[in-house]
Nanobody, 119 residues
Framework: QVQLVESGGGFLQPGGSQTLSCTAP????????MGWYRQAPGKQREMVAR???????IYSPIARGRFTISRDEAKNTVHLQMTSLRPEDTAVYYC?????????????WGQGTQVTVSS
């Protein structure tokens, strides 16, 4: 079993900032690509940002320029720093851990944390 624990969601104001956090088991965090995805009601889940175990960054267009993903190796935690929040950012944000080796893929998901952006 692999448990990814997210935190940081809540009711936020448009234009505001918030940081989401996700803690993973050390053996997962040290070797897997960590990422954040989000899903709004009635919509498909979409990738927000990912960061590899070596620190390479992969951003989706929706995140580039506003969101920043980072790794805290000492705490086995990945962060998503969100700025200039918009109502359309409202969604459940999920932490993801993924590993690919040859033809085998391994992937784990957190329970999700709700982000609501509204006045």
């Amino acid at each position: 079993q692999v448990q990814l624990v997210e935190s940081g969601g809540g009711f936020l104001q448009p234009g505001g900032s918030q940081t989401l956090s996700c803690t993973a088991p050390p053996n997962i965090f040290s070797t897997y690509t960590m990422g954040w995805y989000r899903q709004a009601p009635g919509k498909q889940r979409e990738m927000v940002a990912r960061i590899t175990s070596t620190g390479r960054l992969i951003y989706s267009p929706i995140a580039r320029g506003r969101f920043t993903i980072s790794r805290d190796e000492a705490k086995n935690t990945v962060h998503l720093q969100m700025t200039s929040l918009r109502p359309e950012d409202t969604a459940v944000y999920y932490c993801n851990a993924a590993f690919q080796h040859d033809l085998e893929d391994y992937e784990y998901w957190g329970q999700g944390t709700q982000v609501t952006v509204s006045s």
